[in-house]
């Protein structure tokens, strides 16, 4: 049952031009529906590795068994804090998730939508005017979806490029750099949250450092826990999803003519796109020895529930490597499933739409620059870079 699979150094998943670490992972289901890969985290532990998507969806709903406390970012510091909610089990999951739940609830995200739209106009109208190519990860896809979260969280976007710097080398550093980065945003939120409580002002931290939970406040650690996990999540899932949707529209011009003639299609297609470009890997820690579909799992072993595995379940989706944008019932778990079901994914998905929207509607009919390939990666959190794109 043992495997040389791992998306951190399997081949495809290290910085790859014109890559698609997508496909190469899609060859997990060549093998047993569970097997033990002996080096698949950052830190290079072993993980069994679940492939089919049912039998994700029965780890990540089995809080029991499977605990989600894995201190993915408080171990880079040497420390075992939980970020919150995604690092707690129930019932204390509940209890902050219940708090949260409101701040991004699909309500709230209509209220925000106009300026989601207007910032993805400027940015684009901008980009169209100085030229006819761009960087598009970092000239849009980064200025934009970051933009939006950090107006959320109530941070100035003249640090944007800091912030996502710290967020490239949290997620895809290694050792001493990944550290700082880790040291750097705690350091951070710790002083946000000094700041809001003796200034309070209309955003995130304030909600945060002013809650109550249990009809008592949230301790330092509690508001450290949330603002880390906020701050960590929105630094590059939206804009590295962004960025392989237009680099497949960039590839696949009857798909981009399509949803240029039909911009009804683009939120049934970003489903598809999310399927297809899923990027995070959901850990957990068994609880206790179980054995699962023949597995022998032990406690404390760590369990992968890759999201771009399991969307390219050849039992869940017909033709899983076929990018179909008029896919129906897409039950894909781009944004996890069960209780930790990602939090933000009404924003991400708001986001996501309203970009390519406004691409397709203000860039004319765009592709890969000649001479210049997108470098992709896997890991952890998958990645797109060096995405130039033309329309000249």
């Known amino acids: 049952m043992v495997r040389d699979f791992s998306l951190f150094t399997s081949p495809g998943m290290g910085p790859t031009p014109n890559g698609d ?6 060859c997990a289901h060549d093998a047993l529906p569970i097997f033990y890969s002996p080096n698949n985290t950052r830190d290079g532990r072993g993980t069994w590795v679940i492939t089919r998507a049912k039998d994700q969806r029965r780890v990540l709903h089995d809080t029991a068994t499977f605990s989600s406390h894995r201190s993915i ?17 129930p019932p204390a999951h509940g209890v902050f998730r219940s708090l949260l739940n409101p ?21 684009i109208d901008g980009i169209s005017a100085a030229s006819t190519s761009c960087d598009v990860m970092k000239d849009f896809a980064f200025p934009f979806a970051v933009s939006i979260f950090l107006h959320f969280l109530g941070l100035p976007d003249e640090r944007l490029g800091t ?50 939970v249990d009809g008592r406040p949230l301790t330092d650690e509690e508001v450290r826990g949330i603002g880390v996990l906020v701050f960590v999540a929105g ?36 489903e598809e796109l999310l399927r297809a470009y899923s990027t995070v890997q959901m850990i957990r820690v068994a609880k206790k020895d179980i054995d699962f579909e023949g597995a022998p799992i032990r406690k404390g072993d760590y369990i992968s529930c890759a999201t771009m595995i ?37 924003l991400a998905r708001r986001e996501i739409v309203i970009g390519l929207e406004e691409w397709l509607s203000r860039i004319p009919d765009f592709r890969t620059k ?8 896997g890991g952890h959190v998958f990645g797109i870079e060096n995405l130039i794109l033309d329309w000249s």
């Not at 209509?110 to 207007?118: G, H, K, N, Q, T």
């Not at 392989?244 to 696949?252: G, P």
């Not at 000649?370 to 990666?377: F, G, N, Q, S, V």
């Open 370 to 377: 000649e001479d210049t390939a997108p470098i992709t990666y």
């Open 310 to 346: 399991a969307n390219r379940d050849p039992a869940e989706f017909e033709n899983p490597n076929t990018i179909d944008l008029a896919r129906k019932d897409n039950r894909h778990t781009a944004f996890a499933y069960g209780p930790h079901r990602c939090l933000g994914s009404h």
């Open 73 to 89: 970012f408080a171990s880079a510091l040497g420390e075992n804090w939980p970020m919150i909610p995604l690092e707690l089990d």
């Open 21 to 26: 670490p997508h496909a190469a992972v899609a």
């Open 163 to 212: 912030f996502v710097g710290w967020g490239k080398d949290l997620l895809h550093g290694e050792g001493v750099k990944r550290t700082a980065a880790a040291r750097t945003i705690v350091a951070f939120i710790d002083d946000l949250a000094a700041e809001r409580r003796k200034e309070p002002a209309d955003d995130f931290m304030t909600f945060v450092v002013e809650a109550e």
């Open 235 to 270: 630094l590059d899932t939206v804009a590295t999803a962004i960025g392989f949707d237009l680099a497949y529209l960039a590839r696949n011009p009857k798909d981009q003519q399509l949803l240029r003639r039909e911009p009804d299609r683009i939120g049934l297609a970003a």
């Open 103 to 123: 701040l991004l609830s699909p309500k709230r995200v209509m209220v925000l939508e106009p300026a989601i739209r207007e910032r993805a106009i400027v940015l």
